[in-house]
């Protein structure tokens, strides 16, 4: 019985081996392939020392390509990485620790909004504009269409210390759409 026994345990752990190998094989497929390898490949000859120049010597340098300026007048890499951070989008200075907002809407339909914690849901009816006094640092304020149009926000200092212009405008490109503002403590706006 001992004897009868033995291959089905073969095949049973030959089974488990492939049954195995399988998953780790699906699992790399899944996660993008094995790694990437580090350093040179095992495969290629070293360089030699005539090929590269010695650590006191000046390399060659190939001529790199002028910075151009971009639309904002600022010079740019030649790989335009996107920012770090984005770039507020316009800047306040509050007036003891308060701004005033001025919303403007330009648009052929009304907006919703709010100033969170500080109002209730609200509408700014279209081509209408209204003025919020004194509101502290830091707020959100969050609007949308009712009608789900897309909305481009424009905020803007303007010359009356600790004032800021929203106008909310029509637009049909889904990058330009927003929900909400954020004025931060020292005045950055932003929007998202």
């Known amino acids: 019985m001992f004897r009868h026994n033995l291959p089905f345990k073969k095949i049973s752990l030959l089974v488990a081996t492939c049954g195995g190998l399988l998953v780790s094989l699906a699992t790399l497929s899944q996660a993008g392939g094995p790694p990437p390898q580090q350093g040179k490949p095992v495969s290629q000859p070293a360089e030699t020392p005539s090929e590269t120049p010695a650590a006191t010597e000046e390399p060659v340098s190939e001529p790199t390509p002028a910075a151009s300026p971009n639309p904002s007048g600022m010079p740019s890499t030649p790989t335009d990485a996107p920012p770090r951070f984005p770039l507020p989008s316009a800047r306040v200075t509050p007036a003891e620790g308060g701004i005033v907002i001025k919303l403007v809407n330009t648009t052929n339909a009304v907006i919703n909004y709010q100033i969170v914690g500080v109002t209730q849901p609200r509408t700014l009816g279209e081509q209408s504009e209204i003025l919020l006094q ?57 929007l998202n």
């Open 134 to 190: 004194t509101l502290p640092v830091p707020i959100t304020l969050t609007y949308q269409r009712p009608d789900g149009g897309l909305v481009l926000v424009r905020p803007q200092a303007t010359a009356m210390p600790g004032m800021l212009q929203v106008s909310f405008g029509a637009t049909t490109e889904v990058a330009a759409d927003t929900k909400s503002l954020e004025i931060q403590e020292d005045g950055r706006v932003f």
